[in-house]
């Protein structure tokens, strides 16, 4: 098992610490180091400006929204920063929801599968820099048809530095678990839980079934599974502070009916307590949206408590799929899983 810190997108302002946190976590011993994107703060220009002043640890976007940009300009983004870092950068994508695609992008969400499809194709090509990009589309169609006519087909003319820069896949449905297995280097599961484990393995082989061959073998497809960290010795205190996050992605993180986190945490068992907190949320009955997580549900899908709670419940992620954990949490939470982990 290893072990990354996830620092998630800003809030209102960019979060305080954070370069410290990454220089600790380098100096831990942690293997990475990942930033996210919602509709405030972007992923890549953070990472490229606090990884500056690191030497080892790996670099990931967790995630990258496809609808932000073109393949090929997130492509571009991808072979500047792993030759900035020496070879050291993770491109992590995702589709997001049709609340921020169409809301904020003016992007059609329509067959995200297909879309992601095409867009990691696009996104390989411009790393293996074999042949100049081309893309039959419907989605992104390079060259362009009609337009002025004068488009062509163009090799990237920087050379990546790595054609087999990783590429892993944010999913959180079953359909979506099975096509990272089968186009990317590895899935960023959120809202994950050790109890699920044999049902992610048999989605992950589904996709592993068609997995091409020029990608690395299934062996070493990696699963860095983000989970909140609060080390406190009272539980529900440590629980508290996870509730929150909880009901926000539940509650606010997606239109109704079409909320891919909570139907994550569904397909967990969490059912009855998704209806009740997103109706809060829905309310604008935030708090009481936030009081209405269970603890069992922020232990389902986290870890919380004194050390030795960790502990344990750290033998059962390690019997898991999962090749790191990625840890969202303070720096005694950083310490304390060091410790427990490396």
């Keep these: 098992m290893r072990l990354g810190v996830h620092l998630g ?3 209102a302002a960019r979060p305080a610490g954070a370069l410290e946190t990454i220089l600790e976590a380098e100096r831990l011993g942690y293997d990475s180091v990942w930033t996210a994107e919602a509709y ?6 953070p990472l490229a ?3 500056s002043r690191t030497s080892r640890i790996r670099l990931g976007t967790a995630i990258a929204q496809l609808s932000a940009r073109a393949p090929t300009a997130t492509a571009m983004a991808a072979l500047t920063l792993d030759h900035l870092s020496d070879g050291r950068f993770t491109l992590g994508l995702g589709v997001s929801g049709p609340q921020v695609v169409e809301g904020w992008y003016g992007q059609p969400y329509a067959r995200p599968l297909a879309r992601t ?10 790393l293996r820099r074999e042949a100049p990009v081309t893309s039959p589309g419907p989605a992104y169609a390079l060259p362009l048809g009609g337009g ?3 488009g062509r ?6 050379h990546p530095l790595r054609a087999d820069l990783p590429v892993h896949l944010a999913a959180e449905g079953p359909k979506n678990i099975a096509l990272a297995a089968e186009l990317a280097d590895g899935w960023l599961p959120l809202f994950s839980s050790p ?18 061959r020029r990608l690395l073998p299934a062996e070493a497809f990696e699963v860095s599974a983000t989970v909140p960290v609060v080390v406190d010795d009272d539980v529900e205190r440590a629980a508290d502070r996870v509730r929150p996050f909880v009901a926000l992605y539940l509650g606010g993180m997606g239109a109704p009916g079409a909320n891919f986190h909570r139907a994550a945490v569904e397909r967990l068992g969490w059912v009855d307590q998704c209806v009740e907190i997103a109706g809060l949320w829905a309310e604008g009955r935030r708090e009481e949206a936030a009081a209405a997580v269970p603890t069992s549900l922020v232990q389902d899908i986290a870890l919380v408590g004194p050390e030795e709670a960790l502990r344990d419940r750290l033998a059962a992620w390690e019997e898991t799929a999962v090749t790191s954990i990625l840890v ?7 310490r304390t899983m060091a410790e427990l982990v490396l």
């Design 328 to 334: 969202q949490g303070d720096r005694r939470a950083l």
């Design 153 to 158: 087909a163009l090799l990237p003319t920087v």
């Design 40 to 45: 405030g703060s972007d992923a890549f220009t």
């Design 148 to 150: 002025t006519g004068l």
């Design 49 to 51: 400006w606090w990884g």
């Design 9 to 11: 997108y800003w809030g």
């Design 195 to 212: 109890r699920f484990d044999a049902e992610h393995r048999a989605l992950l082989a589904e996709g592993f079934a068609r997995r091409d």
């Design 117 to 126: 499809r095409e867009y990691v194709d696009v996104v390989r090509q411009v």
